[in-house]
């Protein structure tokens, strides 16, 4: 049996800031975005999404974000298998790019940082489904990363991997 969802997002957001200390006195900055998800679960086991976003930004660049993920319960061991491949993009702050204070100067120059990565891992249930430990190994690649770097802040060249193990626990202690 195959369970089916489809989810549309149309999203504006305008971001201001008070900057007194700027001729003019005030920043802004706006975005629109559309997105699409689908979900898609066969056989109560396997559970697969595809997602896509377009942004576009009066200050930066048009773009086009996805995320793909896949899960896979396995029901006589009560383990649940996952995994998701995706890009992403972060655009400078306001307080990035135009400072706040003195002692922190913006940086007009700034672009945004972009991302891709992927992730894969094992969820175990114990304890009647109330205890999930779970394992996920990730590797994600930012170009352009934002960092403070003095009094500013600062594209860095290239790419900046991070990779690891994430691990969890969630416990329900008692059924109330």
Known sequence: EAEQAT???LEQE????DASFLAGGEVSVENRGVA???NLSLMDSLHLSA??????NDSFDDVKTYRLTAAYELKATGSRLHASLGTGVKNPTLTELFGFAANFVGNPNLTP??????????EQYLW???LTLDATY???RVTDLIVGSGTTA???EGESPSEGVELSLNAELTED
């Open 138 to 140: 990730f590797r994600n």
């Open 36 to 38: 699409l998800e689908h």
């Open 7 to 9: 989810t549309l997002l």
């Open 128 to 130: 009647d489904d109330r």
């Open 113 to 122: 940082e972009s991302n891709k990565g992927w992730d894969a891992g094992i």
């Open 14 to 17: 305008r971001d201001r800031m």
């Open 154 to 156: 600062i594209n860095l």
């Open 51 to 56: 997602s896509g976003r377009f942004d576009q």
